[in-house]
């Protein structure tokens, strides 16, 4: 069991450092770097609080710690993976409203360019 929790604290550790250095680099947004610093300092707390992890385990019964810090770690990675999904979505829907608007100012200029060329040649 201790093996697994170094492990994971070894995880953890990089994983932080792996989000602090991208950030400095600018290749991660602040804003998103939030969810996966505090996942990974708090899975670096978790593993190693042996009191934690078993307190956790006792809270959803189940008998094997090593067990629950499994199904920490999923969850808080799911949780992670579904808020980026859902900012994915909105980045999605703000691209189609900002093609619309692109695709309507195209063609109010094309509309304003071929007036201008057929009032001219009217007169």
């Given at each position: ?19 602090l ?13 939030v ?20 307190g ?17 770690v999923f969850?808080?990675f ?32 094309r ?11 009217a007169?």
């Amino acid at each position: 069991m201790e093996h697994l929790l170094n492990l994971m604290a070894v995880f953890s550790a990089v994983l932080i450092v792996l989000v602090l250095v991208s950030l400095r680099r600018a290749h991660i947004r602040v804003e998103y770097s939030v969810s996966w610093l505090l996942a990974g300092v708090g899975l670096l707390i978790l593993s190693q609080s042996s009191w934690l992890l078993n307190g956790i385990a006792s809270v959803l019964r189940i008998s094997d710690p090593l067990l629950a810090l499994v199904m920490v770690v999923f969850v808080t990675f799911l949780v992670v993976f579904f808020r980026y999904c859902v900012i994915l979505s909105q980045l999605k829907d703000a691209n189609v409203a900002i093609m619309q608007r692109v695709a309507i100012l195209e063609y109010q200029l094309r509309s304003l360019h071929e007036e201008k060329q057929v009032t001219p040649a009217a007169r």
